[in-house]
């Protein structure tokens, strides 16, 4: 079943307690991306990757580190939690030459910094 | 970064049609994309257009205008399901790479 997983699911932690979300995909795509959703605000991208090793800002990159060393993986890192930055993720991924056409999101992951 | 306009809620019949309404900027602009949110679950995939004019997909059908920096998603034969978060998403381009930027969303209420 083409899926893309993130985990854990739901987190609670405490300010300055670094933290990795991780997002997996087996569709074999090339895009892959992270949003922050807020009430109000929508779904808005914290990071993108167009393949491995290539990572870029989306546009609320502030406190949010990406890496993508493998084409199925794209963890989030949060090496500094704040409260500001409790919100729902969601982890994406699509293929390249067709990126809003077969887009899927994970479930989500809820986070909760104390 | 760029930003598309929707309006916040819209509130419809059971059997109606309702359009809800999207502009976006122009610089980079690539093609237009509309998603669907469930309370409490992830957006999945409505429609998406690159060209100008009106693509159907069952009850579901996405129009764009380039002319106008407009699009709009039309869902007819309303159902009590339909109720949901819409989000209307541009795909930019530029410095060889692709940005997704998703609208604030519109909440749709369906009633009987």
């Known amino acids: 079943e083409a899926q893309v997983t993130q985990n854990p699911r739901y987190l609670i932690t405490v300010t300055g307690k670094k933290l990795t979300v991780t997002c997996s995909q087996n569709m074999n795509h090339e895009y892959m991306s992270w949003y922050r959703q807020d009430p109000g605000l929508g779904l808005r991208q914290i990071y993108y990757s167009m393949n491995v090793e290539v990572t870029d800002k989306g546009d609320v990159p502030e406190g949010y580190k990406v890496s993508r060393k493998e084409k199925r993986n794209f963890p989030l890192i949060l090496e500094s939690p704040s409260p500001n930055q409790t919100s729902l993720y969601f982890c994406?991924?699509?293929?390249?030459?067709?990126?809003?056409?077969?887009?899927?999101f994970g479930p989500g992951t809820r986070l909760l910094v104390l | 970064g760029q930003s598309l306009e929707q309006p916040s809620e819209v509130t419809a019949v059971e059997g109606a049609i309702v359009q809800i309404n999207c502009t976006y900027q122009t610089s980079g602009f690539y093609g237009l994309s509309w998603y669907q949110q469930h309370d409490g679950g992830a957006p999945t995939f409505l429609s998406y257009?690159?060209?100008?004019g009106l693509e159907e997909t069952g009850r579901f059908s996405s129009f764009l205008s380039r002319s106008d920096s407009y699009g709009y998603l039309l869902l007819q034969e309303l159902q009590m399901k339909d109720s949901a978060s819409y989000f209307c998403?541009?795909?930019?381009?530029?410095?060889?790479?692709?940005?997704?930027?998703f609208g604030k969303g519109t909440k749709l209420s369906v009633i009987p």
């Open positions: 994406a991924s699509s293929l390249l030459e067709a990126p809003q056409e077969t887009q899927y």
């Open positions: 257009n690159a060209l100008d």
């Open positions: 998403a541009g795909l930019y381009s530029g410095a060889g790479s692709y940005q997704l930027t």
